[in-house]
């Protein structure tokens, strides 16, 4: 599937699933290697809640090429995973048809955990603030509704550094999309985990995936990723594979 005319691993892999790997180490490297600007950076092109002060729209695309700083693990994992899944799928689909499908499932994600935040934001302030206070959860939803209801400004002023304060960031989303990409090119194709030493179909680990990232999601484990994020990549590119089916190009035999 591969084109080996080159030598070495640039040459090797398409165009995009390569260009889109460097965008993200470097962006990396700099939030790394300068931290101060680096901050900026990721305030700046990360996803705010739409409620936000610190929301701009454009942050729907620019924040699935930055990772977290503090650790290199979320940047190996999906590069990684775009590495071994992505050079494959461009084969397959062409430059312009895989980058489409990233992007979308990019944007989708985004757009889902917007929706999630706009549903849970006054839930997790609530529960935030309730044990500082001393009080039950209820006891503090009581207070908050009748703050929001007189039109407190202190509380209002502190909603909102809240709200601005909800941001994500990552190629988790998209990453998501294409395993779910490949799954429905290759359904039947063997997969290994590291730590389970039997093959695994593509549409079984793609599967469980899914229903991982859904039980974290809905039971709040992990709170610090965007579980939801990653089912609206996956949400968004089902609805393109759907289409690409139907119109008989799922194995990119025109562009549309």
Known sequence: MFNNSGTGWRAQMPPVTKNLIIINVLLWLVETLIPGFGRTLVDTLGLHFFEGSGFNPAQ???????????S????????????MFGRL????WGSRRFLLFYMVCGVGAAVVQEI?????????????????NGLTYS????VVDL???????EFIKAVGMMKNSMMTIGASGAVFGLLLGFAFVF?????????????IKAKYMVAGYAVIEFFFGVTGAQSTVAHFAHLGGMLFGLVMLLYWKKK???RGNSFM
């Open 60 to 70: 729907i695309i620019t924040y699935m090429f930055l990772h977290s700083p503090d």
């Open 72 to 83: 290199i693990m979320h940047l190996l994992f999906n590069m990684f995973t775009l590495w």
């Open 89 to 92: 799928m461009e084969q397959v």
């Open 116 to 132: 999630v935040w706009a549903f849970t934001w006054e839930h997790d302030y609530i529960a935030g603030i309730a044990p500082l």
């Open 139 to 142: 006891q503090m939803k009581q």
């Open 147 to 153: 703050a929001l209801f007189n039109g407190d400004a």
């Open 187 to 199: 359904p039947n194709l063997p997969l290994y985990l590291f730590f389970i030493p039997v093959p």
């Open 248 to 250: 008989g190009t799922l």
